[in-house]
């Protein structure tokens, strides 16, 4: 069996999937089951207190067979995601986080720095963490040598469906990193997830590509079968590039020569 | 008395645990995180924790996110 693992706990599915922007909460459970993911990133936000008639996010996720991965999504600076993971921490089952300080709302591209300081804290608490970086090989070293579970380098802009803009990036650092290494962010359909998985990423990490398509839960099948595909392909050794033909067929025996 | 529950003035008549609070608002505590003052609380002491006049609670749970 093709397994990873991070930080001692081991993964079939290769792919990790969201619970963001959904038209609704069972389109969203069925998702998740065409996508055959086995962990789900979900977001940590205040009790709405005035209108309590709303149901909550878990009453649709079945803890038993998905894992949690709480994120610091929209935090901007070290203190705030260290607070927000502390209280995913407290909400959920785990110490796990999907660590994201952001520097630009347009972009929502990651202070590097600040999420550096924050990985650096969160270590020190016991904290496995997953942190959401640009696809910069230096950063991914250092965020590794602070204690990173695994590196999460994005393809794209959050959102963005632009696919991986940057392959040579993912595959340097896949060179380097000692920890698995795992796609975040970009993706726009299953042929940019099968070059993630193909460039050598161990997994991959999506929301909108799926919830956002006009039918999440065969594209949420698509993702499946793309990451399969790619991480087969990865694994089969692809052929090497040429400038020309290189015929398939024999150049002996042709009729009439 | 006035406390700060998730930034907004929240009266209740009188100093009350976590988990009094809780029950007030009609909250499941197992589904929630609680901060107190900025310490985020160990669910085992939500019986114990004492909320005063303008001290700053913030209650948070799950929900869709990327």
């Known amino acids: ?257 | 008395m006035t406390i700060i529950l998730n930034g907004d003035p929240h009266e209740v008549t009188r100093p009350l645990t976590v988990s009094e609070l809780l029950a007030q608002l009609e909250i499941d505590s197992r589904r929630v995180a609680v901060e107190h003052n900025l310490v985020v609380l160990k669910h085992a002491t939500f019986d114990d924790v004492v909320v005063h006049e303008g001290d700053q609670v913030e209650i948070v749970n799950f929900v869709g996110g990327g």
């Not at chain 1, 204690?147 to 060179?175: C, D, F, K, T």
């Not at chain 1, 698995?180 to 193909?198: H, K």
Request: net charge negative; glycine share 8%.
């Open chain 1, 1 to 257: 069996m093709d397994t990873f693992s991070i930080a001692g706990k081991t993964f079939t599915s290769r792919l990790i999937v969201g619970t963001g922007k959904y038209s609704s909460p069972s389109v969203m459970v069925k998702a998740h089951d065409a996508s055959g993911a086995e962990m789900i990133t979900v977001a940590v936000r205040r009790v709405n207190i005035s209108d309590r008639t709303k149901e909550s996010l878990l009453d649709y996720i079945d803890t038993s067979k998905y894992f949690i991965l709480p994120n610091t999504a929209g935090c901007y600076t070290a203190e705030e995601a260290v607070r927000t993971a502390r209280l995913g921490r407290e909400a959920g089952l785990s110490n796990w986080v999907k660590l994201e300080v952001i520097g630009d709302e347009k972009t929502l591209f990651p202070d590097n720095e600040a999420l550096l300081e924050a990985t650096r804290i969160l270590v020190r608490e016991d904290f496995v963490v997953l942190p959401y970086t640009n696809d910069d090989p230096v950063t991914c070293r250092k965020l590794e040598d602070a204690g990173a579970a695994a590196v999460m380098p994005l393809g794209a802009p959050i959102g963005s469906g632009l696919g991986i803009q940057n392959p040579n990036n993912i595959r340097i650092i896949r060179e380097f990193a000692r920890v698995p290494l795992i796609v975040d962010a970009g993706v726009g359909t299953a042929s940019d997830a099968a070059l993630a998985m193909e460039l050598g990423a161990d997994a991959v990490l999506m929301n909108t590509a799926i919830a956002g398509a006009q039918d999440p839960v065969a594209m949420a099948e698509a993702m499946n079968l793309a990451v399969r595909a790619g991480r087969l392909a990865y694994l089969s050794g692809r052929i090497p590039r040429k400038m020309y033909a290189s015929a398939s067929s024999p150049v002996e025996g042709l009729v009439g020569r």
